[in-house]
């Protein structure tokens, strides 16, 4: 849901109208909205790849800690 409001967000900065049936369009608004499509497309992925990353990174370091811990553990004992 939070990428389906970002593709729309990106798509009403680039000024096209979504709904807008083709065969009403010019050449240039083909384009624009083609080129909006594909900017809103890679940051879609560029997105979800951050937030793919920042989870990634929040498991590693916490199964770094419960490693040291462990080893602490032994260590007391």
Known sequence: MMSKEMFNS?????????????????????????????????????????????KWKYISKKERKNIWDKINENAIK
């Open 10 to 54: 990106v798509f009403r900065k680039s000024g096209i109208k979504k709904k807008i049936k083709s065969r009403n369009m010019s050449t240039r608004q083909h384009k624009r909205k083609d080129l909006a499509i594909r900017k809103a497309m890679i940051f879609k992925e560029q997105f979800q790849y951050k937030v793919n990353k920042a």
